[in-house]
C-alpha cells in the first residue's frame, strides 16, 4: 500500500486540512483529517474502469455545509440515544439532543465528524488519532482515539482503538455513503443488499430503538437473500413508513470477525462485502439526502442517491437493557475492526 498526501483547503477556523491517499494495485482511498471523511474509493468495475463508489465533496466548505455526515467518523457514540441523558455506573450523564430535540445523534453538536485529526503513517497503513478531551459534548473522562485505515487486495479496512481516564461511553464508526453504480448515478434502488442478520431492534417514537428485538421474518427487513433496495423501501409497513425507507439496527449473526452485509451492483458488476466484529449494523438508504451542497464533479446528491452500512452496537443500548451496552471502563482497551471488500460479480 503506498500513502501519499495534499492539502485539500482550510476550515472557517483557518485550520489546514490534508487528503491522504492510500493506493494498492486494485483500488485508490482519498481519506480526509476532518472528520476523518472517506472522501474517495476508486474500485474497478467489470471491465476494469475505476469507479468512484462513495459520495463526497470537492471542498472543505461543502463538509463544512452539510449535515448528513457524509463519510465521516462518528462518536463518542455512533447513532442515537434517546433523551437528554445517559447512566454510566450510579451517575446520570447530561447529553444535549442535537436531533429534532428528542435524540442525541452521532456524538452531538460537534462530533467527532467535525473534528481535525492528527495524521500519522505507520508500518500497518495510515492513522489518524484524536484526544476527546474530558466533558466534550457532555462525556466523561479524556478518551484517546486512533483509526488506521489499511488497503490490501481491494479491502479497506478500518480498525478502532481508544481508552479513557473515566468510564464513560465509546461506540466508534463510520457514515460513508456508498453507490456501486459511481456516486454521481442518482437513486440506489436498482442494486442488491443482503444483510446477515435474523432479528432487528424496532424503532420507538423518538426515531431510536425502544428496547424491543423482533424478528425479520415476515417483514420488509427480512434482507436474507439478495433483493433490490427499491422492492420494499415503499411497503406500507410501519416501520419503513416511519423512517422513510430503511433506517434500521441489525442484530448481526454470529460472533467475531463475520460477514454483516453484501451489497452488489449488476450493472457493472462491483460488489461490496462488510465484515466486522461488532455486534450490531444499522443499514440507512439516505431517505433524507436533501438540500445538500454540489458533490464531487458538481453531482447532484439526492434521497437515496447513497446506502450506509454502519457497525456499531445497538443504538440506545444505553437505555435497552436487553441491548449491549457501549460503556467503556477507565482504563479498559476499546478496539475493533471493519473491513469493506470489494470484488466483481459477473453479469
Known sequence: MKVTSEPFGTTKNGQKVERFWLTDDKC????????GTI??????????????????????????????????????????????????????IPLRCNDNGVCHLHG?????????????????GFTLSYISKDGEEG????????????????????????????????????????????HASGSVGEQKIQVFSKEYTPLGTTGAPDGRIEPVAGTPLDLNEPIRFQAHWDDDFPQ???ARGYDHNYLIDGDGMRPFAKAVCEKNGISLLVESDMPAMQLYTGNYLENLPAGKE???????????????????????????????????????ITVYRFGIEER
Not at 452531538?108 to 500497518?124: Q, S
Not at 437505555?319 to 479498559?332: D, R, S, T, W
Open 28 to 35: 485508490q482511498v482519498g481519506i480526509l483529517t476532518l472528520g
Open 39 to 92: 472522501q474517495s474509493l476508486y474500485v474497478p468495475d467489470l471491465d476494469g474502469n475505476m469507479t468512484d463508489v462513495v459520495l463526497g465533496f470537492d471542498s472543505v466548505q461543502a463538509y463544512e455545509n452539510q449535515t448528513c455526515y457524509i463519510g465521516a467518523l462518528l462518536g463518542r457514540c455512533a447513532n442515537r440515544i434517546a433523551g437528554n441523558e445517559v447512566m454510566i455506573g450510579q451517575k446520570k
Open 108 to 124: 452531538g453538536i460537534t462530533g467527532f465528524d467535525k473534528k481535525l485529526w492528527k495524521a500519522a503513517v505507520t508500518e500497518k
Open 139 to 182: 462525556y466523561p473522562g479524556n478518551l484517546q482515539v486512533s483509526v488506521t485505515y489499511s488497503l490490501e487486495d481491494g479491502a479497506l479496512s478500518l480498525t478502532y482503538h481508544a481508552v479513557s481516564d473515566k468510564d464513560t461511553i465509546c461506540n466508534l464508526s463510520n457514515h460513508a455513503y456508498f453507490n456501486l453504480a459511481g
Open 240 to 242: 419503513i413508513r416511519q
Open 298 to 336: 458538481k453531482a447532484v446528491y439526492d434521497i437515496r442517491s447513497g446506502f450506509c452500512v454502519e457497525t456499531q452496537y445497538p443504538p440506545n443500548a444505553v437505555n435497552c437493557p436487553a441491548f449491549q451496552k457501549p460503556v467503556l471502563l477507565a482504563g479498559e482497551p476499546y478496539k475493533h
